[in-house]
C-alpha cells in the first residue's frame, strides 16, 4: 500500500481490500526491519485503515440490524446516516443488561 494513499482512496476500496491493505501492512510491522520514521509512517496509515475497516463493519451491522428488526413489517433497506456514532453499540453492559 502507498501510505500516501488519500482518504478518499482508502475509503472508496472494498472492505476485503482495504483489510488486506491493513494487515499488510502489520505484517510488515512486525518483521522489526523497519526503520523507526517507516515504522511510524505505516502505523499512521494503518490506523486509518483500520478506522475506515470499521467504520464499514459498522455500517453493514447497522444494515443487518434495520432488516432483521421485527416490527411487523417486511425488512427493507434503509437510508441513514452512516456517520453517526452510536454511544451503546459494543460498549459494556452492567448486569441488567443496560451500557455503562
Do not use: H, Y
Request: with cysteine; net charge negative.
Amino acid at each position: 500500500m502507498s501510505i500516501e494513499s488519500s482518504r478518499e482512496e482508502l475509503e472508496a476500496l472494498p472492505f476485503e481490500q482495504a483489510l488486506e491493505k491493513l494487515e499488510a501492512l502489520v505484517a510488515r510491522m512486525e518483521t522489526g526491519k523497519l526503520p523507526l520514521e517507516e515504522l511510524m509512517q505505516n502505523f499512521e496509515a494503518g490506523s486509518e485503515l483500520a478506522k475506515i475497516c470499521r467504520a464499514k463493519l459498522d455500517t453493514l451491522e447497522r444494515k443487518i440490524e434495520l432488516l432483521t428488526r421485527d416490527d411487523g413489517d417486511r425488512g427493507s433497506w434503509t437510508d441513514f446516516e452512516a456517520e453517526v456514532p452510536s454511544p451503546t453499540r459494543n460498549a459494556p453492559q452492567d448486569d441488567e443488561g443496560m451500557p455503562f
